[in-house]
């Protein structure tokens, strides 16, 4: 099992003054101490856990660029972004960039969104649910579309590309690895089945019910179930002298039987730096056994 960092708080001491270089720091320490990928939250605003929108809040794409030029191996991704709040086509040269300026390492992290005060607040669309999902749908067909040798027109109900061209393409091929996050059973899980190469769920006591509606979904449109990565998210704390390894590695373990390949958390005070190295001593050597 491979263990991803949310980066996703940005309330730390020295303020916006040190803000890149505390970044740079942390990006850099999970590096070294083997976290497979680093992910942001693509909000503007930040979310009610983390403090609320008062709190400090980065632009996402903004953010992995740099984290890109700070760092040489975890892949990077959004932890996810909100169909909504950029054109496809956008969202598409986005992932590229990264793609490309990182050597190969983009994932796109996408979902239908949910943060409607955000979306009010900024002035950024936020139709209601079924559509939303309709465009996340159509968000993954353009997106696949740019990444192919097909530059042709888009006609979708909600969107319209005269010429779906993307040049540079991505270095990584057939393209940047797709993951579809939520566990809504009828839409989401059949989007993961029908255009990703992963999953995102909560470490929840439905966890085997939404994996077992994964492998209908996937029957049902002729995919491999076993070609899906799961992923889920879940909290992680080592606590100060790792008084909470041993639970957390239980817990990983007992996932791993599920067929969980990534479990991604937040870990309390990353920033400084002690706690990633914790989880690079004691948690991911053993992770990568189960």
């Not at 996703?8 to 970044?23: I, V």
């Not at 590229?96 to 607040?121: H, Q």
């Not at 590695?249 to 309390?268: D, F, K, N, S, Y």
Request: with cysteine; aromatic share 6%; glycine share 8%.
């Amino acid at each position: 099992m491979k263990i991803g960092l949310q980066v996703s708080d940005f309330t730390w001491p020295g303020g916006a003054p040190t803000l890149a270089a505390d970044l740079r720091r942390v990006a850099v320490a999970a590096e070294e101490a083997g976290f497979a990928r680093v992910a942001v939250a693509d909000h503007l605003w930040q979310i009610p856990a983390n403090g609320g929108p008062e709190s400090a809040m980065l632009e996402a794409y903004t953010t992995l660029g740099y984290l890109a030029a700070c760092t040489s191996r975890v892949e990077l991704l959004t932890w996810v972004t909100a169909a909504t709040y950029r054109a496809p086509a956008l969202l598409a040269k986005c992932v590229t960039t990264l793609d490309v300026l990182s050597g190969g390492r983009a994932w796109l992290g996408v979902g239908a969104g949910w943060f409607e005060d955000e979306a009010r607040g900024l002035g950024l669309p936020f139709p209601p649910t079924a559509e939303r999902f309709a465009r996340l749908e159509e968000t993954l067909r353009i997106c696949l579309q740019m990444w192919s040798d097909e530059d042709e027109r888009f006609d979708g109900e909600h969107h319209t590309l005269e010429r779906a061209l993307n040049a540079p393409q991505p270095l990584r091929r057939p393209h940047p690895p797709i993951l579809v996050a939520g566990g809504g059973e009828r839409r989401t899980l059949r989007l993961v089945a029908q255009y990703a190469q992963a999953c995102n769920l909560f470490a929840s006591p439905e966890l085997e019910r939404k994996l077992d509606v994964l492998r209908e979904h996937c029957a049902a449109v002729g995919r491999d179930y076993d070609d899906i990565e799961k992923t889920v998210v879940l909290p992680m704390d080592p606590g100060p002298d790792g008084e909470n390894v041993e639970a957390i590695l239980g817990e990983l373990q007992r996932l791993a039987g599920l067929g969980i390949a990534h479990a991604h958390t937040r870990v309390p005070g990353a920033a400084e730096i002690a706690p990633l190295e914790l989880f690079g001593e004691r948690i991911i050597p053993e992770a990568a056994r189960f």
